[in-house]
């Protein structure tokens, strides 16, 4: 089956603690991101990555590393968590030519 | 920029009434289009898109959308609500091409609630 995967789904941490989110597509996309959601503010876009070893910043990176070293993986760092990174994580795809994203199950994080 | 506005974060209908969820949307060039649903504790899913052509789109769960380039606008349509239509639902736009024109610009999102 054709899907995005994220991991952990729930994660409730401290401040200061570093911590990873997974992301994983088997469709072998190019083109994958990170977005954050927080109520009121719709989906907002932290990094993405048009190919291995190739990430940009999007609208939100502050607080945020990424890397690219395989075609399928994308994870999210947060190498100092603070409160205000406490939101709702997807990790997307995109299938080349369709402009159309597939969307991870997502991952609430909570930061103390 | 890109950027979107969703008229209204809550709409509230009847089941079996219409139901309208209005965007609008800021582009530099002509858009893509999109609208995703978010039902409780979900991911998010695609109801439908405009890339070109007909400008009339038709998606899943009997939903559809126009897209009026005079007006700047994709609003969502379904002609009868019902009690599982409830969720979030967000326009989105993109710029047509490849690489950092995949980036989605969402809207703040519009929470439907039908009532029996």
């Known amino acids: 089956e054709a899907q995005v995967t994220q991991n952990p789904r729930y994660l409730i941490t401290v401040t200061g603690k570093k911590l990873t989110v997974t992301c994983s597509q088997n469709m072998n996309h190019e083109y994958m991101s990170w977005y954050r959601q927080d109520p009121g503010l719709g989906l907002r876009q932290i990094y993405y990555s048009m190919n291995v070893e190739v990430t940009d910043k999007g609208d939100v990176p502050e607080g945020y590393k990424v890397s690219r070293k395989e075609k399928r993986n994308f994870p999210l760092i947060l190498e100092s968590p603070s409160p205000n990174q406490t939101s709702l994580y997807f990790c997307?795809?995109?299938?080349?030519?369709?402009?159309?994203?597939?969307f991870g199950p997502g991952t609430r994080l909570t930061v103390t | 920029a890109q950027s979107v506005t969703q008229l209204g974060s809550h709409v509230s209908v009847s089941e079996g009434a219409l139901v309208l969820l209005r965007c609008n949307y800021s582009?530099?060039?002509?858009?893509?289009l999109f609208w995703y649903v978010q039902y409780p504790n979900q991911g998010l899913q695609l109801l439908l898109k405009y890339t070109t052509g007909a400008t009339l789109v038709k998606g899943i769960n009997g939903f559809e959308a126009e897209f009026k380039k005079s007006e700047t606008s994709f609003h969502l349509t379904k002609p009868s609500a019902h009690m599982s239509d409830a969720a979030e639902y967000f326009c989105?736009?993109?710029?047509?091409?490849?690489?950092?024109?995949?980036?989605?610009?969402f809207g703040k999102g519009t929470l439907l609630t039908v009532n029996p």
């Open positions: 997307a795809s995109v299938k080349q030519g369709s402009n159309e994203q597939y």
């Open positions: 582009s530099s060039v002509p858009p893509y």
């Open positions: 989105a736009v993109s710029r047509p091409g490849g690489g950092s024109n995949y980036k989605l610009t």
